[in-house]
């Protein structure tokens, strides 16, 4: 049984950075990558980091029943969503690795059972997530510091307590040493990986 790795944790918690490491470890996984309506960033490839569509697209999906999941956000500069894309995964030939939210997580669990779905979720402690994404964002030549904020406070809610319990995620890597954090997730993969090999033998 083949199994979707989903990488989870709030706003620059380092899932991009561990994401991008565990690709190049684990070259057998695919990737999900995720569609967005927002416009791209400087530094970010198309197709690659997101595909990035039009909302007429996006709804378009919608109705040929192609999203999985989607979220949407209320941003000072319009609506931007986020969502998951069924067009591109074959778990019958393939095990995948993908970013997504916890709602993303939950949807993915809704659609391909949760023998399927395997959660990762990274934390890391709140000062030193603001600082680091402040300090990222500071580097751009019109840097959106009310989208920081924003995003952070909406993190807070998003990933509460309550609603980690209520997804049933206990298992947490904490980020406060990146190459710790990656050994300790690859070992997780790891195991799956074996499982789900020994599942089709």
Wanted: hydrophobic share 30%; with cysteine; net charge negative.
């Amino acid at each position: 049984m083949n199994k979707i790795f989903c990488l989870m944790g709030k706003s620059s918690s380092g899932k991009d950075t561990i994401y991008q490491q565990i690709s190049k470890d684990f070259i057998d996984l695919k990737n999900i990558v995720l569609y967005t309506t927002r416009p791209i960033r400087k530094g970010e490839i198309d197709g690659i980091t997101y595909h990035y569509v039009t909302e007429n697209i996006y709804q378009d999906m919608v109705e040929k029943n192609l999203v999985i999941e989607a979220r949407s956000y209320q941003t000072i500069h319009g609506v931007w969503t986020y969502f998951t894309s069924s067009a591109n995964i074959d778990l019958e030939n393939n095990s995948y690795i993908t970013i997504n939210t916890l709602d993303g997580y939950q949807k993915l669990v809704q659609y391909f059972g949760k023998e399927c779905i395997v959660p990762i979720y990274i934390e890391l402690e709140s000062g030193e997530r603001l600082q680091r994404a402040l300090n990222r964002e500071l580097k751009n030549e019109n840097p959106k510091i009310l989208e920081i904020c924003r995003r952070f406070l909406t993190d807070q809610e998003d990933f509460c307590e309550e609603r980690l319990s209520l997804c049933k995620i206990q298992e947490r890597f904490y980020n406060d040493d990146l190459l710790e954090c990656v050994e300790k997730i690859e070992e997780k993969i790891r195991q799956e990986l074996y499982k789900s090999k020994q599942y089709h033998l």
